[in-house]
């Protein structure tokens, strides 16, 4: 096993086929305390539910007195999900990328009595130590892990250009490392996979702007109010495609596979290119 890294990103290579991991991989999460209502083994993802992070519940004289049964009456106002996704490489064995994404409850008054949810920025360290767990889990030592994942960071660049009045991603990196970043980011920010065509260099995905809130049952009320619709989401492609041996373009496509350059598309491609630097 090794870890690799571009940037802020860094996935876990492991010399073993998918289907043999995805079980060690369910049991990883499962073990850990999570639920996974998204369970895709042909598409190769995992996703959890909703959860909160009990670490930061104020550890005060009451609540360390009393205990754990107390505890439940506290709640934070941040909730944090996680998806894994296992992708077979050129090499027979498999990519595991783990990303995660976070809401945090926010006053909308001054006077403190209403409160929305909106996305919060991805947390990188909770993605280096549930890698490194897994790592641990998949029969690697800690003192491995922690050695894998301080290994040098390798640089690369991304930055958005126009071509054919089309805004684009264009990357320092050949197709198959862009390929594993631009998933990556996708599950970063916000998108869902519903397939995607390595041969082709497209991802299918769907994606509506991050103001949805976690589903817990529970506090969906407090979430959303009263009788607001949810957003549809919109189905687009996004194609990785070579432009050299140490290059490659991102662009957005319409469901059909047309170029798109409206202002979703825009804000698409700023959003991965944010993420990939």
Same mark, same amino acid.
């Given at each position: 096993m090794r870890i690799e890294r571009a940037g802020n990103q860094r996935w876990l290579v492991v010399n073993r086929p998918a289907d043999k991991l995805w079980g060690p991989v369910k049991d990883f999460w499962q073990e850990n305390g999570f639920q996974l209502p998204v369970d895709q083994e042909k598409l190769g993802i995992l996703e959890t539910d909703w959860a909160e992070n009990r670490a930061k519940l104020p550890q005060d004289i009451i609540r360390r007195s009393i205990g754990k049964l107390f505890e439940n009456l506290y709640s934070t106002s941040e909730r944090d999900k996680f998806r894994t996704r296992l992708? %077979?490489?050129a090499q027979g064995g498999t990519d595991i990328f783990i990303s995660h994404r976070g809401m945090e409850e926010v006053y909308t008054s001054t006077s403190k009595d209403q409160t929305v949810w909106q996305p919060r920025a991805s947390d990188i360290e909770l993605e &280096?130590? +549930? #890698?490194?767990r897994l790592m641990q &889990? #998949?029969?690697a030592?800690?003192?491995q892990a922690q050695a894998a994942l301080a290994s040098a960071p390798v640089q690369a660049s991304a930055r958005v250009v126009t071509v054919n009045n089309q805004p684009v991603v264009? #990357? *320092? *990196?050949g197709f198959d490392r862009a390929w594993r970043r631009v998933g990556l980011s996708l599950d970063r920010t916000g998108f869902t996979v519903e397939d995607r065509d390595r041969s082709q260099g497209i991802y +299918? $995905? %769907?994606? $509506? /702007?991050?103001? /949805? /809130?976690p589903t817990e049952q529970g506090f969906l009320s407090r979430l959303f109010g009263g009788g607001k619709a949810e957003a549809t989401p919109n189905k687009y492609r996004v194609l990785v495609r070579s432009t050299g041996d140490n290059s490659t373009s991102v662009s957005v496509q319409d469901a059909q596979g047309q170029a798109e350059a409206s202002a979703n598309a825009q804000r698409i491609v700023q959003l991965l290119a944010d993420d990939l630097k």
């Open positions: 992708e %077979r490489n &280096k130590e +549930f #890698l490194r &889990k #998949l029969g030592s800690e003192t264009q #990357l *320092d *990196d +299918f $995905v %769907r994606y $509506v /702007a991050s103001n /949805a /809130a």
